[in-house]
């Protein structure tokens, strides 16, 4: 790295070093090239997504195809769409033919799901397209679709002499060296680290130094589950094995990172009641944003009306003589109040639940169940009580406020009956919100699904119904 280079670099702003570095060599691809590879390619993909198209097109053309395709590997779907639908299907072809497969195979499933054309899979190599092709046959659920077949292979029987000098020939072509697969005839047997292989004496065995404490997932396993088995192992790669245990591929902690990343991107947007798990503030239009909103909605806007009907049943009640809608004024008073306890309370219960059961829980049993119910019920009681002692004291509060007077039988009793109320919805809202996400999981249905707006719609309706069935039951006969 010549002196120009080194300076630049331990500049801070790596954006705009650069940039001045393409505006002042543009003219030389080579030597550009030579200083723009001591960045990292993430950042020189940055940079690249603000250049104008032309002095972009130019450079991926003029670099040479690999780093290009490193570059490449860090654009977002939408970038990637955009900008290989610029270049000449020629070089668009050589950069895909260079990337890794699953990074591939992940643009070009994209613009097959944009309907866009998809016909460069059939100029790329015929080896990068077998690879594609394999991975292509998984859907994007299973892990199949995000494992790589960018390691070292070793065989039990390879002296560590044999070993490294393998390793040495093919690292600088292999993505992943971190940890190196033993295989007898293409079984896994064992697996090794570099840092292993490296201190080992020369003359022994590979079978005499691998791990054979085996852990792995087969290609047609769900994502969500081998991440969080790899979060548990600890290990930053895990071997994907058919079903004779002969090894296709693996997955690495990029790959984690990213299942991961798009796993809670998922559930946060289930959690907000929105239909699908897609959140794109970059390129999401208010058509997008309603398409995704509305049937959600809708269907809440459905489980709402029994709030109002629940209303029309007791409007007679409130309104049959003028002590009654005093009484239905007083009630109106705390109704938010009570209403805005319960969905919170339904709503904690509900993230707790979910926390849970997505993060890497062993098998759900009746008796972990039992245990967990047992403590949101309990969680549910105590709270609730000691809210309705509190709301109680507010009620007192707000009558010696309104009436100058502090406590009479009237206000003593509406405080109770108030508290109570709010203590037993209280209780129902935390049931519920451990048991409905509890249910979905039995029923092997994401969870996620009960979304706060949902546990909340449900829990206005309980709360109004057992606020206006005790006061009426109890206040009532002393208004009339």
């Not at 044999?162 to 007898?184: C, P, R, W």
Request: charged fraction near 20%; glycine fraction near 6%.
């Amino acid at each position: 790295m010549d002196e120009e280079t080194k300076i630049l670099q331990e500049e801070h702003d790596y954006k705009e070093t650069i940039t001045r570095l393409i505006q002042t060599h543009q003219g030389n691809s080579s030597k550009l090239e030579s200083m723009l590879t001591e960045f990292h390619p993430y950042d020189l993909s940055r940079v690249f997504c603000d250049l104008d198209s032309l002095t972009r097109k130019q450079l991926l053309q003029a670099f040479n195809p690999d780093f290009s395709a490193s570059i490449f590997e860090h654009f977002s779907e939408e970038e990637a769409i955009s900008i290989i639908q610029s270049l000449p299907a020629v070089d668009a072809v050589k950069i895909i033919d260079r990337m890794e497969s699953d990074d591939a195979v992940d643009l070009l499933q994209y613009l097959e799901e944009e309907e866009l054309d998809i016909s460069l899979v059939h100029r790329l190599s015929p080896k990068k397209r077998a690879e594609i092709n394999k991975l292509w046959a998984y859907s994007e659920d299973e892990i199949g679709s995000a494992m790589s077949n960018s390691f070292i292979r070793l065989t039990c029987a390879m002296t560590v002499r044999e070993a490294m000098k393998k390793v040495v020939a093919i690292a600088g072509d292999t993505e992943y060296i971190s940890i190196i697969y033993v295989v007898d005839e293409h079984q896994l047997v064992g697996y090794l680290k570099l840092k292993t292989l490296i201190i080992a004496r020369a003359e022994e065995k590979i079978a005499d130094i691998m791990e054979t404490r085996l852990f792995y997932a087969h290609p047609g396993d769900d994502k969500e589950d081998v991440a969080l088995m790899m979060q548990e192992y600890g290990e930053s790669s895990m071997a994907i094995v058919d079903d004779t245990e002969h090894l296709v591929g693996i997955v690495t902690h990029d790959d984690l990172m990213d299942i991961i990343s798009d796993t809670k991107s998922e559930d946060y947007a289930r959690f907000a009641g929105l239909a699908d798990g897609d959140i794109d503030l970059k390129t999401d239009t208010v058509l997008d944003s309603v398409k995704n909103r509305l049937p959600w909605l809708s269907v809440l806007l459905l489980l709402s009306m029994g709030t109002s009907l629940i209303l029309s049943l007791f409007e007679g009640s409130m309104t049959a003589s003028a002590g009654a809608i005093l009484l239905s004024s007083k009630l109106a008073v705390y109704l938010p109040l009570i209403l805005g306890m319960a969905g919170n309370s339904g709503t904690q219960s509900l993230a707790v639940m979910i926390r849970y059961l997505t993060g890497g829980k062993p098998e759900l049993t009746r008796k972990t169940m039992g245990k967990y119910l047992f403590r949101e019920v309990g969680t549910g009681i105590l709270q609730g009580a000691l809210i309705g002692i509190l709301v109680f004291l507010l009620v007192l509060l707000t009558n010696w406020i309104t009436t100058g007077i502090l406590a009479d039988h009237r206000s003593l009793l509406t405080g109770i009956v108030t508290g109570f109320a709010l203590w037993l919805t209280l209780t129902i809202s935390t049931i519920l919100g451990a048991v409905i996400p509890l249910g979905l999981d039995r029923m092997k249905i994401d969870p996620a699904v009960a979304s706060g707006p949902f546990i909340t719609t449900i829990t206005d309706i309980i709360a109004l119904s057992i606020y206006y069935a005790i006061s009426l039951a109890i206040l009532l006969p002393l208004y009339l």
